[in-house]
């Protein structure tokens, strides 16, 4: 087999990274194998990207410390429907725990879960987005999105209505209902999903 760069050149090795052949004068040793002049410069290309983007930590803690607000943590990380339902479990245990002590303890460990998911999510993304070779790594919040004007509405509504009504009261019957709700539109799109 002939070198990839050279062929009037037996080769004597492959490229790990690419797998040319490559003969002696092409054959760059780098610990103990060889890589061409392509992929050493790709790589070397990338690790300077790395470095420069200082990837992923600043982000991830952002993201775990906007987390401190039910569901923050998912809208920092683009992920308006997980935080629609961490949101909405979250109060839930939280209600049900004038029910039973036993709530409280499921609350506050899924209080400390939302964070940890978050900073996890943020990582992973930003590591997905370094192998893409994406060098936007800065994650921003879409306030653009019509997910913040209806969640504006809601609170002025809630807000509107406890001069009026026991909102707490009112909650504690209707929750059960909006969880029932909030299921089956998952199943609604996990089935239109599986149509497409």
Known sequence: MKCA??????????????????CPACA????GS??????LVHGAEWAATVRHLRVPKAVANRAALLAIIPGMGAVYNNQYFKALV??????????AADIH?????????F??????????????IQRQRVQEGDSTLHQTI???SPLWGGLVIVLGLILTLSN????????????????????????YRSVSGNKT
């Open 164 to 187: 009026y009504i026991n909102i707490s009261e009112q909650i504690r019957r209707l929750w059960p209902l909006v969880i029932i709700l909030l299921g089956l539109f998952m199943v």
């Open 34 to 39: 060889a890589y061409c002049e392509e992929c």
């Open 28 to 31: 760059h040793q780098v610990r």
């Open 5 to 22: 760069y050279h062929t009037t050149t037996d080769s004597v090795q492959l490229c790990l990274a690419c797998n040319r052949p490559l």
């Open 142 to 144: 879409d306030v653009t």
């Open 86 to 95: 961490y949101l909405v479990i979250f109060f839930a245990l939280c209600l």
């Open 111 to 124: 209080y400390a879960f939302m964070m940890v998911d978050s900073y996890r999510t943020a990582e992973e």
């Open 101 to 109: 002590g036993i709530f409280v303890f499921a609350a506050l460990s």
